[in-house]
C-alpha cells in the first residue's frame, strides 16, 4: 500500500529544481498544484492492485507538460510507487516513414507532431509492456522508445532508455494527447497561412482529424485520469515553443538538421493551431484537472 508523506520531502524537491534548472518559486508549483495530485493518484492507484494506473497531460508546445510529468514522477516515488512518464512526441514515426507519408498521402505529413505522424501501434505496445502489475515478484526491464528532435529522427533503440518493470502509474504527455477529431463543417476553411497556401483543399486537415477519430482515439480512451495546462490562448505558443528550440540549440551547440530558425519556427507552429484551439475550447469541461496558466506559464 502507498505511504503517504504530506507535504512533500523538500530534499527531494530541491534536487528537482536542480536537476532541471528550475527556479526556487517552481517549489510552490510543486507543493501547492502538483503534489494534491499527486497523493490522489497514489490512492487511486491502490483500487488497482494489478494494473497501471495510465494519466495523460495535455497542453500546448511549452507549457510545462514534461516538467511537471517528472514533477508528479518524483513526487509519486515519495509515496513508494514506482512511476514512469513518457512523452508522445517519443513516438514519433521514423523520418523515413514520414517521408513516405508526404509522398503517398501529402507533403505536410513529413512534419513531426500532428496525428497521423506518430506509430500509435508502437506507444500501444510500449504502454501495455509497462503495464503488466500481476507479475509484480518478477522485476524486468523495457526499452522506452526516444526521438531526437536535434536530427528530426528516432533515435537507435541501443539509445532508449530503460524503465524497470511492473509499473504502478503511466504518465504520457502530449500536446495533442486527449484530442478529439472536429466535425467535418469544421474542416473547411483554412485557419491560418499554412492551411490556405500549402493544404487550400483541405486534403492535410481531413487526414490528419481522420487519425483522431480511428487509433488515436482507442488509445487516448484507456487514460482513466486527464490532467490539462490550459495556455490562455495560442497566442503564447510562438513564444514558449521558441524557449525550447533555443535551449535544444545551446544544448546541442547548434548542431543538428532539426534545429529551427525565428522564421521557421512561425510556420512550424501553424501544424498545430487547429487542433491546439480546438483542445482549449473542448477539453478544460471534459478533463479531471484543469490547471490555468497566464502568459508567464503560472498556475492561476
Known amino acids: 500500500m502507498p505511504k503517504t508523506l504530506n507535504p512533500p520531502c523538500a530534499d527531494n524537491i530541491a534536487n528537482f529544481l536542480s536537476l532541471h534548472r528550475l527556479p526556487e518559486r517552481y517549489a510552490q508549483t510543486i507543493e501547492t498544484h502538483f503534489s494534491p495530485i499527486a497523493e ?48 508522445i512526441d517519443d513516438f514519433y514515426l521514423t523520418r523515413s516513414q514520414r517521408q513516405a507519408l508526404a509522398s503517398d498521402i501529402h507533403p505536410l505529413l513529413m512534419t513531426r507532431g500532428v496525428p497521423g505522424t506518430h506509430d500509435i501501434a508502437l506507444a500501444r505496445e510500449t504502454l501495455s509492456a509497462l503495464s503488466q502489475r500481476q507479475t509484480r515478484d518478477v522485476v524486468t526491464e523495457y526499452s522506452t ?20 518493470t511492473p509499473v504502478d502509474i503511466i504518465i504520457l504527455e502530449g500536446w495533442c494527447v486527449g484530442a478529439e477529431a472536429q466535425s467535418m463543417s469544421a474542416l473547411i476553411e483554412p485557419i491560418n497561412e499554412l492551411e490556405a497556401q500549402a493544404d487550400h483543399e483541405g486534403n492535410w486537415r481531413h487526414y490528419v482529424n481522420a487519425q483522431l477519430q480511428l487509433d488515436y482515439r482507442e488509445l487516448f480512451e484507456r487514460f482513466e485520469v486527464n490532467i490539462m495546462l490550459k495556455a490562455p490562448s495560442f497566442d503564447c505558443v510562438y513564444h514558449w515553443r521558441l524557449e525550447q528550440e533555443n535551449k535544444l540549440r545551446e544544448r546541442t551547440a547548434g548542431q543538428g538538421n532539426g534545429l529551427m530558425s ?13 487542433i491546439t484551439e480546438h483542445n482549449l475550447d473542448v477539453l478544460p469541461s471534459q478533463v479531471d484537472y484543469l490547471l490555468e496558466l497566464d502568459e508567464q506559464r503560472n498556475i492561476l
Open 40 to 87: 490522489a493518484l497514489a490512492q487511486r492507484c491502490q483500487t488497482k492492485p494489478d494494473q497501471s494506473l495510465w494519466v495523460a497531460i495535455n497542453g500546448c508546445q511549452g507549457s510545462g507538460k514534461t516538467t511537471m510529468a517528472a514533477a508528479l514522477v518524483m513526487l509519486l516515488q515519495q509515496h513508494q510507487l514506482q512511476a514512469v512518464a513518457l512523452s
Open 145 to 164: 522508445p526516444r526521438f531526437d528532435k536535434a536530427i528530426d529522427d528516432r533515435s537507435p533503440q541501443s539509445d532508449w532508455p530503460r524503465v524497470a
Open 262 to 274: 525565428e522564421s521557421e519556427l512561425l510556420r512550424f507552429i501553424q501544424h498545430y493551431q487547429r
